[in-house]
């Protein structure tokens, strides 16, 4: 792990800046910079930028082979103890759902988008692929979504940055890739989206658009500030529904599932609407689960959905798959395409 500090802003009197924790990516910094412009409007205070580079970064093997894409979290988790940043900044769904000791998920601000997006080649949608069609990912999630669509596409596994990926498909390599669009969105290239997949054939992987904003435990102070700062309640509430549903099945890396939730108003108030779906790798076998509730028991309503699919075989569906790592994330082999 290797880090490096780049100012980002200075005050007359020489206050000490917040030091930001980011993974040294286009995508990453540009998330970690609107967290940074957030924080010195809302608190008052300078920030700085600290790139920390992991071998998840720089290594071009699998994920899996890594550890999954905790690698990544766990390189700036380090960075945080050990008093080299003050604040780490995540796609939140690239934390793995067990709790770490000594760190607090202090914000989840407002989410982005949530759904996956394609970009093909001559601008055509999913549909009007033509049948063997190279179709890149390296998601399992997406890959087993796609082939129980039954549309007759090869899919290709790919990693590397959305310009890498994008660049397989002008180059004629493949004929389309399948990104989230979130990351699209923060990078300003949601436009080259050909199509934004509706959720009812392709749900995103559990905390897909969210970011998470970790601090110290022992940094109460700070910890209170930035979430009522920078916390969306909704956008908490959705996201720890879906973790928990991911959680309980025990899902790993090699684990194709998929969760989307969302709080909206109903009769009686504030609702929180989830979905969520467990795959065979092929594809062949899906088990897709719904639920609603309420927001401040979002926990319960995970718990509940879950259980409702492991008692419709959820589990034997996934323990018959790879090895995995329970309480690792969901893998979706994003990278810089979160």
């Known amino acids: 792990m290797t880090t490096t500090e780049t100012p980002q802003a200075?005050?007359?009197?020489?206050a000490p800046a917040l030091?930001?924790?980011?993974?040294?990516?286009?995508l990453a910094r540009t998330q970690s910079g609107h967290v940074a412009e957030a924080v010195r409007t809302a608190l008052g205070v300078p920030t700085t930028l600290v790139e920390v580079t992991t071998d998840?970064?720089?290594s071009t093997a699998p994920l899996s082979s890594l550890g999954g894409q905790g690698v990544f979290v766990s390189a700036l988790r380090n960075a945080l103890l050990a008093g080299e940043v003050d604040v780490a900044v995540h796609s939140l769904k690239d934390i793995p759902t067990a709790p770490a000791d000594g760190i607090t998920l202090a914000a989840v601000p407002l989410r982005e988008d949530p759904r996956d997006a394609l970009v093909a080649r001559?601008?055509?949608?999913?549909?009007?692929?033509?049948?063997?069609?190279?179709?890149?990912?390296?998601?399992p999630r997406r890959r087993a979504q796609l082939a129980a669509l039954g549309l007759g596409l090869e899919i290709v596994d790919i990693r590397g940055n959305?310009?890498?990926?994008i660049g397989k498909v002008t180059s004629g390599e493949l004929d389309a890739v399948v990104l989230a669009r979130a990351g699209l969105a923060r990078l300003g290239r949601a436009d080259e989206a050909t199509e934004v997949l509706?959720?009812?054939?392709?749900?995103?992987?559990?905390g897909q658009g969210a970011l998470a904003v970790e601090c110290r435990s022992e940094d109460v102070d700070l910890v209170e500030r930035l979430r009522e700062a920078l916390d969306d309640p909704a956008t908490r509430a959705a996201v720890t529904a879906e973790r928990v549903v991911l959680a309980e099945l025990e899902a790993g890396c090699s684990a194709p599932v998929g969760a989307l939730a969302d709080v909206a108003e109903g009769d009686d108030g504030e609702e929180l609407w989830i979905r969520a779906v467990a795959l065979a790798p092929d594809g062949s076998v899906a088990i897709r689960r719904s639920a609603t509730g309420v927001p401040h028991d979002a926990l319960g309503l995970g718990?509940?959905?879950?259980a409702e699919m492991i008692a419709d075989g959820a589990a034997t569906l996934l323990e018959e798959q790879a090895p995995h790592h329970p309480h690792e994330p969901n893998h979706s082999g994003q990278d810089e395409a979160k």
């Open 56 to 58: 998840g970064d720089v």
């Open 162 to 165: 959305v310009d890498t990926r």
């Open 19 to 26: 030091r930001i924790g980011t993974r040294a990516s286009l």
């Open 122 to 139: 001559d601008d055509l949608t999913l549909g009007e692929l033509p049948a063997g069609s190279r179709v890149g990912t390296g998601s």
């Open 303 to 306: 718990r509940a959905l879950a």
């Open 198 to 206: 509706d959720p009812l054939q392709m749900l995103p992987a559990p």
């Open 10 to 14: 200075t005050t007359a009197t020489g």
